[in-house]
């Protein structure tokens, strides 16, 4: 068992892993036409750590992740969870903007790895949730539809693990968003806290 470190130790952690994802090539193309990386945010010891798929056009310009519509979204979600942002993590499969918000090629997700499990091991989260099929299929290496993933929990390390539907789907399929309602109750739930009342 690794031993816990304190909340501004895991910050200095983070820094210095963010120093070497800013200079980071392994991706020759996503390095070529970044605007910038785009490491993570949030609260070093967050008991909850999302991760997305990767920045968009927005997430590239500001540099900090889920910051356009579907970020929106998702503080609308964590509001409703009665949470603020800055109590959880937040990070992605990939740390660079695919071009044109293409899908992550299995090549640059396995190359930005380390960076994310690193992430996830100084935060040492009790929960991970996964926002989408790109996230869940990269950090559980499955193959299921994200509609058959949800409502369990998965492991990865010490941390459970949900699974739910991106917010950009939400967007286009605002029906959804009462299933992810229901895995942020499956989750609080876990946790004692009841999200119903
Ligand atoms: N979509 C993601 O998956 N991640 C972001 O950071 C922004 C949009």
């Given at each position: 068992t690794k031993s816990k470190l304190n909340k501004g130790d895991r910050q200095a952690e983070l820094d210095i892993l963010a120093t070497k994802v800013s200079k980071c090539t392994r991706c020759p193309e996503l390095a070529e036409t970044?605007?910038?990386?785009?490491f993570g945010v949030g609260?070093?010891?967050?008991?909850i750590m999302f991760i997305g798929e990767a920045p968009g056009a927005d997430e590239d310009k500001q540099g900090e992740p889920f910051v356009g519509r579907a970020g929106k979204l998702l503080d609308k979600i964590i509001e409703a969870c009665q949470?603020?942002?800055?109590?959880i993590y937040i990070a992605n499969i990939l740390r660079c903007r695919p071009p044109g918000n293409r899908n992550p090629s299995d090549l640059e997700a396995s190359n930005c790895r380390g960076f994310l499990d690193a992430q996830i091991e100084i935060v040492d989260p009790d929960y991970i949730v996964c926002w989408g099929s790109v996230a869940a299929k990269n950090l559980l290496?499955?193959?299921?539809?994200i509609g058959k993933m949800r409502g369990d929990f998965y492991e990865y390390g010490r941390a459970k693990v949900v699974c739910t539907y991106h917010p950009s789907y939400l967007l286009r399929n605002p029906s959804a968003k009462k299933n992810v309602w229901e895995d942020m109750i499956y989750l609080f739930a876990d946790m004692g806290i009841d999200l119903k009342t």
């Open positions: 970044r605007t910038q990386t785009v609260n070093p010891r967050a008991k949470l603020k942002r800055s109590d290496h499955s193959d299921l539809p």
